[in-house]
């Protein structure tokens, strides 16, 4: 069994990590060694780090990550330091899905960087602010706005002044297919080996954006069940810290099945995920939950919609934000349009990115992407700049 010594080089200490995972790992998990770059690199000298190791270091250190502080998960313009906002929610899921990768042999880096990475391309305002700005999108000729293709975006194509980060091909493919709004009893992974069939994959979402997606590595299928797992039921928390509900109003079969505070919940569908995962097979995995624990969180879904999603109070300042984003878009079109050259005012408009000749980069998608990139803060004051009425903080 190999071992670190003191005067081990760093090459051998990174071969025996690898090792260990081909010995220690399911056979359905992903290895290290399998990671796939869009651009071969050659390893740097004595760089001990593999290769879901060296994207989750990218992903810490972009810009994009940076601006999750202050970026809403699901309530905003709120002036409560407790209530989730989506830096912590990339948190929560990092630390759920290793907690389930570690008891089901699958690799813990390359799920933690598709769970640090999975929401780097949610708008301000969350789920309002994406519909809204799909809707902005889909009026100036652009397809609809979908955040999980915006991560992929940000992290492979506009950071880094264009260049992006060349990620592995397992942790794009699993950022893409996140979509933990889905209800999904359990899931198998689609496996994919090559950069072409991923293309494919972002072209067929971007066209039909209820396509559904299934994840490539099983890693992935984890993460996307843990975004549930830790949204569920801390969003309850947060709506009965701001009023909206009582601990009373879940209902009694959630409650029974699952608990009633999200400590309980979070135990109770890690624990039965596990126990009724299968990461054992040959060829592929099956990650998921009982059929009464299945049908538990269903329920609870639908009860978080109707009682906190679509509340009428969350939805009460959405009319000021929709006006803003509109206000906001048309501005930047204009201010790109009537530019000879950078424009003199604070706002960069997407102009740092150093496409080739041959890629186009239209001005609606440069607005798109500098808004996308806002957090809730910045967004206020830029609109506020336009005259747009600026709701108050409560």
Known sequence: MARYNADDSFDKLRSILEQRESRELSSTATLSVQGVRRRPEKLLENDYRQNYAVDVDRILNSLAYTRYIDK?????????????????????????????GRYLGLNEDLIEAIAIGHDIGHPPFGHDGEKILSDLCVENGLPPFQHNIQSVRFLDTLERKGRGWNLTLQVLDGILCHDGETHSHYLQPTPLTTFSQFEEKLRDKTSSPQLPLMPGTTEGCVVRLADTIAYIGRDIEDAIILGLITRDEIPQTCKKILGDTNGTIIYTLVTDLIGNS????????????????????????VFNYEKIYLAPKTKEKTPFILNCYRKLFDHYLKLETKAT?????????????????????STEEKVRDFIAGMTDDYFLRQAEKIGCRIPTKE
């Open 72 to 100: 809403t998960q699901v309530f905003y313009l709120i002036e409560n330091d407790h209530i989730t906002h989506r830096m912590l929610h990339v948190q929560l899921v990092s630390k759920v899905a290793r907690t389930i």
């Open 341 to 361: 050259k950078k424009p003199t005012t604070n706002c960069d408009l997407m102009h740092d990115i150093e496409f080739s000749s041959s890629e186009s980069y």
């Open 278 to 301: 299968d990461t054992s097979g040959q060829r592929t995995a099956r990650i998921g939950f009982s059929r009464d624990v299945s049908s538990a969180l269903a329920e609870l879904k």
